[in-house]
């Protein structure tokens, strides 16, 4: 057998032996371990290219479960953030978004999407903002959805940032951007002006995506109000539409703040719903606490319990230099490492786990589980780390030495050279920052 690329001594999350991985036409054609001496992974075997990557960790690609891609590298127009919280980011925003053109979207989206793959990320959920009378930058997206499929899959999810019913015309609003081809029905309920237009807020995206048959996403409790209790609404919703594994509910920051007996019970209720939750460790820590003296709320939502729950979590950059977060550069190994330290997710154990929420995790969010992960017969989409394991890959934040996507290298990384060099001393030593 002649491939096409040959992965030698890859360490493979959660398995001890190293394995040689074949890929033909796109695909994983056989996974071995490299000490097996098997026919089909033989030393003599043949490949168009072979890359020995020395047990460094081989994974499926990251996946960004959360991003607002019409918004990015906007940080700074008309002006910043100065109270730092998420109402002055949704004000900010209102005034940018009255001029935005097909061709400022799409600029500013390509160059995040180029900076995502290019640290191994190759599935995006983006939630396009539909409060706009021309949808302006759903149309854009939609356009470049279909241009970067070399090079990701990319989710539209229609989202009403200033809500469904407080915004005019919000429910035609959602409708067409339905009919012109979004991808999932989204929602804010914790914004409406008032708690009875969050519910009906939660039940017209329900009723939208029964209509359309599509998934739903919606912004969810994103406040630190302990009162805002919409994810409850969301569960019963999809158990009572029969909507189970297809509905994600972002960032639930108001659970950060419930007390443990209501926490208790809704986690029981998402877990039964199949519900997802997606939190966003960078914007949930920047944005969330802000009215509080000391002690300061961290604001993210109880990954650890909700796990420990039964409940699929995944995690999502979602700001990457907009009116809500200044900084970023779509790094999803980075917010993964956020998430560790803010949610104390620093158990050996736990550390693995933190790994599966931006891949497997995610992956079941996106709902595209069947074809993701390395293994036979899946498209060979993964990516080499400059990091034998889970533990230095979150540790050291490295870079992504390949990433493959159907086979293809789509990106590469030269790793950076520390030299140190002591007084009197010629000699140049190596800093690895490995034991």
Not at 2 to 29: C, P, T
Not at 392 to 404: D, Q, S, T, W, Y
Request: proline fraction near 4%; hydrophobic fraction near 40%.
């Amino acid at each position: 057998m002649h491939y096409d690329l040959l992965i030698r001594n890859a360490h493979l999350h959660r398995q001890q032996e190293l394995v040689d991985i074949a890929v033909k036409d796109g695909y994983f054609a056989s996974i071995a371990q490299s000490d097996q001496g098997t026919i089909n992974l033989a030393p003599t075997t043949s490949a168009t290219r072979e890359i020995d990557v020395g047990g460094r960790l081989v994974m499926p690609p990251f996946i960004d479960a959360h991003v607002h891609l019409d918004a990015v590298l906007t940080v700074g127009q008309p002006r910043y953030n100065t109270t730092g919280t998420l109402l002055e980011g949704i004000q900010i925003w209102s005034t940018r978004k009255a001029s935005l053109s097909r061709e400022d979207v799409k600029r500013r989206a390509l160059e995040a999407i180029r900076w995502e793959v290019a640290q191994g990320t190759l599935h995006i959920r983006s939630h396009v903002d539909v409060c706009d009378p021309n949808l302006t930058a759903l149309r854009a997206l939609l356009e470049l959805r279909e241009e970067v499929r070399d090079i990701c899959h990319l989710q539209l999810v229609a989202f009403p940032q200033d809500g469904i019913f407080s915004f005019p015309n919000g429910p035609q609003l959602m409708r067409r951007a339905l009919e012109l081809g979004c991808d999932l029905v989204g929602g804010i309920p914790h914004y409406e002006w008032t708690r009875d237009m969050g519910v009906e807020d939660v039940h017209y995206a329900f009723a939208l995506a029964k209509e359309f048959n599509r998934d739903i996403d919606c912004h969810c409790d994103e406040t630190d109000d302990p009162l805002s209790r919409f994810s409850e609404v969301m569960a019963a919703d999809t158990l009572q539409q029969g909507w189970q594994g297809r509905v994600t509910a972002s960032h639930c920051t108001a659970m950060h703040s419930y007390d443990n007996a209501y926490a208790f019970k809704l986690i029981g209720l998402l877990a039964q719903a199949q519900i997802h939750v997606v939190a966003n460790p960078f914007d949930n820590v920047v944005l969330q606490g802000r009215f509080d003296s000391y002690p300061k709320r961290r604001g993210i939502t109880r990954i650890k319990e909700l796990v420990a729950g039964g409940v699929n979590v995944a995690l999502g950059h979602d700001s990457i230099m907009d009116p809500w977060f200044p900084l970023g550069r779509g790094d999803m190994l980075a917010a993964a490492q956020l998430a560790l330290l803010l949610c104390h997710l620093n158990g050996y154990e736990e550390i693995n786990t933190v790994l599966d929420l931006i891949t497997t995790n995610a992956a079941k969010a996106l709902r595209i589980q069947d074809s993701y992960g390395i293994e036979e017969g899946k498209p060979a989409d993964f990516l080499v780390l400059d990091a034998p394991n889970a533990f230095e890959a979150l540790r050291l934040i490295p870079v992504r030495l390949h990433v493959f996507k159907a086979g293809r290298e789509v990106a590469f990384t030269s790793p950076a050279r520390s030299v140190l060099r002591r007084s009197g001393d010629n000699e140049e030593k190596t800093v690895t920052f490995h034991l």
